[in-house]
């Protein structure tokens, strides 16, 4: 089962790099501001959110 986008945007919210949080956020009100479909916008926000995650995990 897919997650909602907005369980999505709330563990984008709490990324432990607060730097790499905020412009998640901001590249997610771009997408909105766009007219980004929904699902395209939870799959964007959940491959940069794991790929956020994999470059906290290099430091």
């Known amino acids: 089962m897919q997650a909602k986008l907005s369980t999505t945007v709330n563990k984008d919210k709490s990324l432990s790099n607060h730097a790499n949080a905020n412009l998640v956020l ?30 906290g995990n290099k430091s």
Request: avoid cysteine.
């Open 26 to 55: 901001r590249f997610h009100e771009f997408m909105k501001y766009n007219g980004v479909s929904a699902r395209h916008q939870n799959n964007n926000l959940k491959a940069i959110a794991s790929y956020s995650s994999y470059l």
